[in-house]
C-alpha cells in the first residue's frame, strides 16, 4: 500500500512538472490583429494642419522568447495600414502640378513670379492647390517589445509591455480635395472651382522607414497549457518623419511685396497611433 502510494505521488509530480514546462514553452508564436486610431503631428503647424483622426488596422505573425519567469521578448511581422488628414489652409499656399493622373515633380526657377499661380500649365500640367489630403499608407511592421507579467491569477495573466517599432514603406495614396484654376477665354478671366481627387500616388513624398516608441499593457487568458489569448493597448509615440519635408511635388506660394515667393513646402509630420491589439499565442 505505501509503495502504491508512493508511485502515485511521484507520477503526480512528474505529470506537474511536465504540465509546468510545458506551460512555460521558451518560444511562442500566434496571430494578432491591430486596429488603430491614427493622428499626426506637424513640425510646423502654421502650414500644415491636423485634420481629425484616421481608423486603420493590421494583421500579422507575433513571436515570443521568454527570458525569465516574468520577463519575455516579443516580435513579430505584420502588414499594417496607418493614415492620417491633414489641412492646408496656414498662412501659406501649398501647390503641386497634375498630369496623366499623377503628380509631377516641380522645378522653381528663381523665387518669384508676378502671377498669383506658382506654376504654369503649359505642356498639359495642371496646376492645383491643396486644401487637405487624407494619407493612406501600408507599411512592414517590426514590433521590439520587453513584456512584463504576473503570475497567474484565476487563468489570468496580466502585463506590461515597453519597446518600440520599426515601420518600412510598403504603399502610398492619397485622397486630395483641391482648388483648380481655369482661364475662360469667353471672360478672360480666371476661373476657381474645387474638386476631389482620389487614390494619387504620393509615394515620392514620403519616407521609406518610420520608427515610434511604444508603451502599453494588457491581460492574457489560458485556454490550455501554453495557448492563450491576450489584449492589449498601446500608445506609439514616431519619432521619425512620415512625410518628407522638402521632396519637390509640393510648392510652397506666399505673397510679398506684390509678388509670389516660391519654395518647397515644408510638409513633415509625424504619426501618433492608439493601438489595440488582439491575438493568440501557441
Known sequence: MKKSLLVIA???????KSSF????KSVRFGIRATPAINFMTPEND??????GAVMKAGLGLALEFRLTDVVSFQTGVDYTTAGFKAKYTGSDSAYYLYKDDAIVEATIKG???NDPYPANTTNGYTSYRLLDRKYNIGYLNIPLTFKMKTKDIGGFTYFGQIGGNLMIKVSTRGNDNVEKYTYNTTTMTMVKST?????????????????????????????????SMFASI???HHFMNASKADSGYLIRAKSEA??????EFQNAAKLRQIVLAVGILF
Open 10 to 16: 511521484a507520477a503526480s509530480l512528474f505529470v506537474a
Open 258 to 263: 506684390g509678388s509670389t515667393k516660391l519654395s
Open 111 to 113: 523665387d518669384s513670379l
Open 21 to 24: 514546462a510545458q506551460d512555460q
Open 234 to 236: 498601446h500608445y506609439q
Open 46 to 51: 502654421k502650414k500644415v494642419i491636423k485634420n
Open 195 to 227: 474638386e476631389e481627387i482620389k487614390k494619387i500616388d504620393i509615394g515620392k513624398t514620403m519616407n521609406l522607414l518610420t520608427a515610434c516608441a511604444s508603451i502599453g499593457g494588457g491581460a492574457e487568458f489560458n485556454i490550455s497549457g501554453s495557448t
